[in-house]
């Protein structure tokens, strides 16, 4: 297993689709406009084993993220689910390009274990959670989906914790709601960016202690339910059409944060990669930066 080299990558800032009637924001595919979508109505996603181990009952740290699935499957006009694979051990993130029968979706927190050559942070320094989508360029259609967590000690010690907050977010400290995060990650699994309303899970701001995304906003929902139309195939906001890019399995990653430590221009692996934050507020940072092919996954 070896990680693509950097004159590999190619990196270019993404834009958001958002509807002329609407608020919520689509993902689109550079140079092409057209914007992602999933075919198959049930996506699986797998939980590594270690969930987060601030947390001393991993038990309840996975039940939290199951709810935070829940919440885009339970929305009642769309028939897209998320499927609870259960646990893994593998912890890898990103495609496979020549096993692609052999990729999944996982979800993983990152804790710098020094045994363990996996369980490293390789993006932003102060990224709170990197979702990585995998897609055609021709069609838009997605492939693969991770999600990683940073819970990495960076320099002079810091880093961030996580908790499962109660519902009003006191007594957590300056932690970060599981829950919350996830179910905000999982936006971006289905295509979905930041839009401009700031009740909206998918808002490009949060704080330590948050909890109101875990519960999605009606600008969510429409969001969901236009893409994916019950007992319809998938409607993206912008169909593609057939024309004007190469064909290649792509990558894009999601980078979010809090103001505590914002995404900054950085290089990694030799690559700028880009991540601004919003204005205004505490923000996740709204960025987004395609990967050719981020690297060679898992040959299962």
Same mark, same amino acid.
């Given at each position: 297993m070896t990680r693509v080299p950097s004159r590999w990558l190619a990196p270019v800032l993404l834009?958001?689709?958002t509807g002329s009637a609407s608020a919520y924001k689509c993902t689109e595919v550079p140079a092409g406009g057209w914007t992602l979508w999933w075919a198959p109505r049930e996506v699986t996603v797998l939980q590594h084993v270690r969930c987060s181990s601030d947390l001393a009952d991993r038990a309840a740290c996975h039940a939290a993220i199951t709810r935070s699935m829940a919440s885009w499957t339970d929305v009642a006009c769309t028939d897209f689910t998320f499927i609870d694979g259960g646990d893994t051990e593998d912890e890898r993130a990103g495609y496979d390009w020549?096993?692609?029968e052999a990729n999944r979706n996982t979800i993983v927190f990152r804790e710098g274990d020094p045994a363990d050559p996996w369980d490293t942070w390789p993006h932003q320094a102060g990224a709170l959670?990197? *979702?990585?989508? *995998?897609?055609n360029s021709r069609s838009g259609r997605i492939l693969d989906a991770d999600i990683e967590v940073n819970a990495v000690p960076r320099t002079g010690g810091r880093r961030y914790t996580w908790a499962i907050c109660p519902d009003d977010g006191s007594g957590c400290g300056g932690a970060n709601d599981v829950e919350n995060t996830i179910t905000h990650e999982l936006g971006h699994v289905l295509g979905l960016?930041?839009?401009a309303v700031?009740?909206? *899970?998918?808002?490009?701001?949060?704080?330590?202690?948050? *909890?109101?995304?875990?519960t999605?906003?009606?600008?969510?929902?429409?969001?969901?339910?236009?893409i994916y139309p019950p007992g319809q195939a998938a409607t993206p906001c912008v169909p593609a059409t057939g024309g004007g890019v190469t064909p290649h399995i792509r990558a894009l990653r999601s980078c979010d944060d809090t103001s505590q430590s914002p995404?900054?221009?950085r290089t990694l692996f030799g690559v700028r990669m880009g991540c601004a934050a919003s204005g205004g507020g505490l923000p996740w940072a709204a960025a987004l930066a395609l990967l050719l092919l981020r690297w060679a996954r898992r040959g299962r």
């Open positions: 834009a958001a689709w020549r096993h692609p959670a990197i *979702t990585t989508v *995998t897609f960016d930041h839009p700031p009740d909206a *899970t998918m808002y490009a701001s949060a704080q330590p202690g948050e *909890t109101k995304k875990r999605l906003d009606t600008d969510d929902e429409n969001g969901v339910c236009a995404c900054e221009q």
